[in-house]
């Protein structure tokens, strides 16, 4: 029996989504899911909806909830790790703070300042996840979905070497769909490349039975004048590749956009998104947890289920996954995880080598790098100056703020995550 474990499984929506397509697999229908979270009621609401999943499918998994770890951990061959610490009310700080010294985010979970301070207060965690895994479940291979994910998974593979770790996002996938829905060609038809960074990879090859898409898509924007109030259409038009995130993530990444007015307006920019969408994440949680119906239909879109299921099964697939930079992008820093075409099977994982990218991507995902670089050394040797070189280094801050109001800025973030942040870093 497959035993299939899930951190952070009070992330309702994520989980039933996930079980949802597990389930949908003929051979996973027997698997063994166990659902850990630290929150009791998040738990049950989970646990529930796992048993209401399978019921609709006539199916019997064994479900176990457990809020003990160790427990949950223990013979396990697969653990999806999507947890969040701090939740909501950290998050809301990550913006609060940062706003009342006038900079402005959007997403703020992968680079930024948002995105140091999420690593940093995940990375205990991570520590404790790595080291249980170490004595309960050896083999198993670690599926993150936490971000934010490249810092997640260097972080990871700096203090659990051993650790078999996938980092796991399915911003690649919806991108080319939202690209085949511009240009109006089948998902299915298409063929593609990816590299880069987790947030900030690049389409670096788009065909349809041989034929490149860049031509079409280009006649669609020259079409469309909406579409060039998108912000990775602008970064499109000016570095030649796409970008694989949303405007939203993608205007914060880099120092061109969120400085400027005019451009915020140009190019729709939503200051603040995350929080909306956190907002409305607790809002579809409380219907779940009050009984509302579910939306059951598998689409399979998310890697883990695939995953999952090609190393159960044999069946080779394809993905795109973040792993360490060990010879897969040429022209990025050794080490510090990519983003890169995967091939999975019963065999495990293979990540394939990429060459290196166009300069002016490899010029553009660089600071990216930096910004993570620093914040994973920052955690493991515990100095508190590396964060605020992070926050210097970070391409939306630097154009915003002067670096007497970074330090600040930290010092503030620093005096509110408090005893989230490793012991080090808390003064």
């Not at 260097?154 to 991108?175: E, I």
């Not at 703020?401 to 870093?425: F, K, N, S, W, Y």
Request: overall charge negative; hydrophobic content about 45%; charged content about 20%.
């Amino acid at each position: 029996m497959t035993t299939i474990v899930f951190l952070g499984a009070g992330s309702v929506v994520f989980t039933r989504q996930l079980i949802t397509d597990i389930l949908g697999f003929p051979e996973l229908t027997g698997a063994r899911l166990v659902l850990h979270d630290i929150d009791p009621g998040r738990l049950a609401t989970a646990s529930s909806v796992a048993g209401r999943i399978a019921d609709a499918y006539g199916v019997r998994p064994e479900v176990v909830a457990t809020l003990d770890r160790r427990a949950a951990l223990d013979g396990a061959d697969f653990v999806i790790n999507a947890i969040q610490v701090g939740g909501y009310p950290a998050t809301r700080t990550d913006f609060d703070v940062p706003a009342r010294f006038g900079l402005r985010q959007t997403i703020g979970d992968t680079i930024g300042v948002g995105g140091i301070f999420r690593g940093l207060r995940t990375f205990p965690v991570l520590d404790a996840i790595a080291a249980d895994m170490a004595r309960l479940c050896p083999d198993a291979w670690l599926l993150n979905y936490t971000n934010p994910m490249a810092m997640n998974v260097t972080y990871l593979a700096r203090v659990a070497p051993r650790l078999k770790v996938l980092g796991l996002c399915h911003s690649v996938h919806w991108t080319i769909r939202g690209l085949c829905d511009i240009v109006g060609v089948p998902f299915g038809d298409v063929e593609f490349d990816s590299a880069g960074v987790n947030h900030q990879a690049w389409i670096l090859r788009w065909q349809r039975n041989g034929t490149d898409l860049y031509p079409a898509l280009d006649a669609a924007i020259e079409a469309d004048p909406q579409l060039r109030r998108r912000v990775r259409v602008d970064m499109y038009r000016r570095l030649g590749y796409y970008p694989t995130e949303t405007s939203e993530h993608s205007a914060e990444y880099v120092p061109w956009y969120l400085h400027h007015d005019a451009e915020i307006a140009r190019l729709r920019i939503p200051v603040g998104e995350y929080l909306t969408v956190s907002e409305n994440n607790l809002a579809e949680y409380a219907a779940i947890r009050d009984g509302a119906p579910l939306d059951l239909e598998s689409d399979t879109t998310e890697y883990a289920p695939q995953v999952i299921h090609s190393m159960v099964t044999g069946t080779p697939r394809r993905i795109v996954a973040n792993v360490p930079n060990n010879g897969l992008i040429d022209n990025l820093p050794h080490g510090f995880a990519v983003e890169v075409p995967t091939l999975v099977d019963a065999t495990g994982a293979r990540p394939q080598p990429m060459g290196a990218l166009p300069p002016q991507l490899a010029a553009v995902n660089r600071p990216y790098v930096s910004v993570g670089e620093l914040t994973v050394e920052a955690a493991l040797t515990g100095d508190p100056r590396l964060v605020r070189h992070a926050a210097m280094a970070d391409p939306n801050t630097a154009a915003t703020l002067t670096v007497d109001a970074i330090e600040q800025m930290c010092d503030a973030l620093t005096r509110a995550h408090g005893p989230l942040l490793p012991e080090g870093l808390r003064a």
